[in-house]
Every structure is written in C-alpha cells, then in structure tokens.
C-alpha cells in the first residue's frame, strides 16, 4: 500500500512566499488582495501596502493601457491570459516581466509573474558574443584572402617568366624531339600551377 505524501510537512506558505516567481491574488476591478513575498521584494513594498494597490497601480504607463484595452477584456471572455509582456514600476525602476493570469469565481484572479530582466541580459550577451564571432570570422576570411592574393602575385610572377620561356623557345626552335617534350612539360605544369592558384583565390573569395 502506498503512503499519502507527508504533506504536513510541506510549510506551504513558505513554499508560496518564496516561490522564484511573483504570486498574486487580486479582484478584477478591486484592490490586490495577496502578493508573495518574492513580488514584494520585487516592488519594494510590504504587506499592508500592496493590498491599498489594484493591479494596474504595479505597472508602467504603457502596461496600464495595455492592460485595461487588452489584457484584462481576455480574462474576463476567456478567464486566461499566458505570457503576457509588461513592465512593472518599482521605486528602484522598471523591470520586464511576463504575466500569466487565471480569473475564478468573483472575478478573482490568481496571476504568476516571472521576472525576464535577467533573461534579457543573458540573450543581449548571446548576441553580442555571436556577433562578435561573426566579425572576426569576416575579419579571418578577410586576412586569409589578402594573404592568397599576394601570394598568388609572387607566384604568378616566376610562372609568367615561365610562360614566356615557353613562348620564346618555340619561336626559336623548331626542330627536336626532346625540346618538344620539355616544352610540353613545361606548359602542363605551368598550366596546372595556373589552375591551383586561380582555385585558390576562388576558395578564399568564397569564405569571404
């Protein structure tokens, strides 16, 4: 037979106070009626001043529009909201946050907001740690094309004298097997040499 959880164990108000999240309980168009402890520190206010707040007093300017024209018409078709980004004043500032609300009987409701301000800055730092890596990856491809063009100059330059050897000896000789191959040989490898440099610089225009 398997035992009942030991739930008088469990101090749940203290599970509730310091949840790492904001709870509230607050009426529709009425005053906050309870607020955990961890939405307290947050707000920089104690018990006995939130329950004098409604909900639209805990928000900025633009959140309290917001609110009022969208969020609070879908709790009461709906009796849910998820997700929803606001702004919360504090006296120390602003902080984003994320609003999930559920309305009950009495038009109750019982909202969880998650505070995202950290969230944010850990993203901005993706960011501009990817964007960083992606300028010095341009910065790379940039160096390495710059290399392989001047040493395709230095290259180019010994196999143009090459070519023009070439050239020269077949204006000059026109009889013999044996230079007939060497010529060939030398314009084979010349030719090659040519394609692997031209190959090259391609590769390095395209990873740039």
Same mark, same amino acid.
């Given at each position: 037979?398997?035992? +009942?959880?030991?739930?008088?164990? #469990? &101090?749940?108000?203290?599970?509730?106070? &310091? @949840?790492?999240?904001? !709870?509230?309980?607050?009426?529709?168009?009425?005053?906050?009626?309870?607020?955990? %402890?961890?939405? !307290?520190?947050?707000?920089?206010?104690?018990?006995?001043?939130?329950?004098?707040?409604?909900?639209?007093? #805990?928000?900025?300017?633009?959140?309290?529009?917001?609110?009022?024209?969208?969020? %609070?018409?879908? !709790?009461?078709?709906?009796?849910?909201?998820?997700?929803?980004?606001?702004?919360? +004043?504090?006296?120390?500032?602003?902080?984003?946050?994320?609003?999930?609300?559920?309305?009950?009987?009495?038009? #109750?409701? &019982? @909202?969880?907001?998650?505070?995202?301000?950290?969230?944010?800055?850990?993203?901005? +730092?993706?960011?501009?740690?990817?964007?960083?890596?992606? +300028?010095?990856?341009?910065?790379?491809?940039?160096? !390495? %094309?710059?290399?392989?063009?001047?040493?395709?100059?230095?290259?180019?330059?010994?196999?143009?004298?090459?070519?023009?050897?070439?050239?020269?000896?077949?204006?000059?000789? %026109?009889?013999?097997?044996?230079?007939?191959?060497?010529?060939?040989?030398?314009?084979?490898?010349?030719?090659?040499?040519?394609?692997?440099?031209?190959?090259?610089? &391609?590769? @390095?225009?395209?990873?740039?």
């Amino acid at each position: 037979m398997e035992k +009942e959880p030991a739930t008088d164990l #469990i &101090n749940f108000k203290c599970v509730y106070d &310091n @949840a790492p999240c904001g !709870l509230l309980t607050y009426k529709m168009q009425g005053p906050i009626m309870y607020a955990n %402890q961890t939405l !307290l520190k947050w707000l920089g206010v104690s018990e006995e001043e939130i329950i004098t707040k409604k909900m639209p007093d #805990i928000l900025d300017k633009a959140g309290v529009l917001y609110y009022e024209l969208f969020v %609070q018409p879908i !709790l009461k078709m709906h009796q849910e909201v998820k997700e929803i980004s606001l702004r919360i +004043e504090t006296p120390k500032g602003a902080f984003s946050c994320l609003f999930n609300g559920v309305a009950g009987e009495g038009q #109750i409701v &019982n @909202a969880v907001i998650y505070k995202i301000e950290d969230r944010q800055k850990y993203e901005k +730092e993706l960011f501009l740690k990817r964007s960083k890596a992606e +300028e010095d990856n341009k910065l790379k491809s940039k160096a !390495l %094309q710059e290399v392989i063009f001047d040493h395709s100059h230095l290259v180019r330059a010994p196999l143009a004298n090459i070519l023009g050897l070439i050239t020269l000896l077949e204006r000059t000789i %026109q009889n013999g097997k044996e230079v007939t191959v060497i010529i060939a040989m030398l314009q084979q490898s010349a030719s090659k040499l040519d394609n692997q440099i031209t190959s090259i610089v &391609n590769k @390095a225009n395209l990873t740039s």
